[in-house]
Nanobody
């Protein structure tokens, strides 16, 4: 049973920073891609960023490039999303997900966490 557990959401103000974490258990993700997505109320779930476990290659959506950073600690099987200069439009439920394959393909994720709420007040 693969489990992904996100932590770190909360209520912050515009311009603040927040770091989300996603702990993976139940499977070795040596060759897996980890991704972060978000879903705002009434909107579809959107891709934010992805990282490969082995090479550390990263890929970002244009909407967060330069403000968000994805990283991973392979020893802890944990992926992080550092979010800086947060804006009200970043308010959403944030999900981590895992898959095999290319980080540059935004779909195809097989495993998902339960999500963590991030709210940015103006």
């Amino acid at each position: 049973q693969v489990q992904l557990v996100e932590r770190g959401g909360g209520l912050v103000q515009t311009g603040d920073s927040l770091r989300l974490s996603c702990a993976v258990s139940g499977r070795t993700f040596d060759s897996s891609v980890m991704g972060w997505f978000r879903q705002a109320p009434g909107k579809e779930r959107d891709f934010i960023a992805a990282i490969g476990w082995s090479g550390g290659s990263t890929y970002y959506a244009d909407s967060v490039k330069g403000r968000f950073t994805i990283s991973r600690d392979s020893a802890k099987n944990t992926v992080y999303l550092q979010m800086n200069s947060l804006k009200p439009e970043d308010t959403a439920v944030y999900y981590c997900a895992a898959k095999s394959g290319s980080i540059y393909r935004r779909g195809g994720y097989d495993y998902w966490g339960q999500g963590t709420q991030v709210t940015v007040s103006s």
